[in-house]
T-cell receptor, first 114, second 116 residues
Framework: KQEVTQIPAALSVPEGENLVLNCSFTDSAIYNLQWFRQDPGKGLTSLLLIQSSQREQTSGRLNASLDKSSGRSTLYIAASQPGDSATYLCAVRPTNFGNEKLTFGTGTRLTIIP | EAQVTQNPRYLITVTGKKLTVTCSQNMNHEYMSWYRQDPGLGLRQIYYSMNVEVTDKGDVPEGYKVSRKEKRNFPLILESPSPNQTSLYFC???????????????FGPGTRLTVL
């Protein structure tokens, strides 16, 4: 059974710093991995999606990497801003078509200190 | 505007009173799914559907039913709600496995359900 872990559960950093969020998964047979952000009381917003054949994806100040063989992904946020404060979740989709049980990590709650 | 909508956004009900939470997407997506989010447990998949009339269980299907009669709609039905179904529910959709950004999951705003 796939298990996805995000450590730490919470992180506080001063504004302007670069930071890395971690996601690890136990079964490397994944189709893709997606990073989301969730603001309090709101739904999830997709940030980046990495297919299993890719090593990284970039969008603005965000860069996500994927090392499938070691079961790890990182989300790098450059020059952090108070607006980046949110909970960040990663989710993996299995390889086999027909098995669509997405598995989420429990998230990292990020606070950017002005 | 491309979106996933859910109704109601907030619902307080009593044990045993049947309820339906609606979900609709306007992106012609094939794949739709329901999740519940609970503190310390994260997001867990309840049911998913790969297309019209095709549904399957996720990790926590007990006490829930779904139907997919039309491509755009995927309602979640609680026939006899119980207090342990108090949770935050999300509907999501994606185009399916076409590769690249088209596999992106889009989420609705959530429905906060309280069962007394």
């Amino acid at each position: 059974k796939q298990e996805v872990t995000q450590i730490p559960a919470a992180l506080s950093v001063p504004e302007g710093e670069n930071l890395v969020l971690n996601c690890s998964f136990t079964d490397s047979a994944i189709y893709n991995l997606q990073w989301f952000r969730q603001d309090p009381g709101k739904g999830l917003t997709s940030l980046l999606l990495i297919q299993s054949s890719q090593r990284e994806q970039t969008s603005g100040r965000l860069n996500a990497s994927l090392d499938k063989s070691s079961g790890r992904s990182t989300l790098y946020i450059a020059a952090s801003q108070p607006g980046d404060s949110a909970t960040y979740l990663c989710a993996v989709r299995p390889t086999n078509f027909g098995n669509e049980k997405l598995t989420f990590g429990t998230g990292t709650r990020l606070t950017i200190i002005p | 505007e491309a979106q996933v909508t859910q109704n109601p956004r907030y619902l307080i009900t009593v044990t045993g009173k049947k309820l339906t939470v609606t979900c609709s997407q306007n992106m012609n997506h094939e794949y739709m799914s329901w999740y519940r989010q609970d503190p310390g447990l994260g997001l867990r998949q309840i049911y998913y559907s790969m297309n019209v009339e095709v549904t399957d269980k996720g990790d926590v299907p007990e006490g829930y039913k779904v139907s997919r009669k039309e491509k755009r709609n995927f309602p979640l039905i609680l026939e006899s709600p119980s207090p342990n179904q108090t949770s935050l529910y999300f509907c999501a959709s994606s185009l399916s496995r076409t590769g690249g950004f088209r596999d992106t999951q889009y989420f609705g705003p959530g429905t906060r359900l309280t069962v007394l």
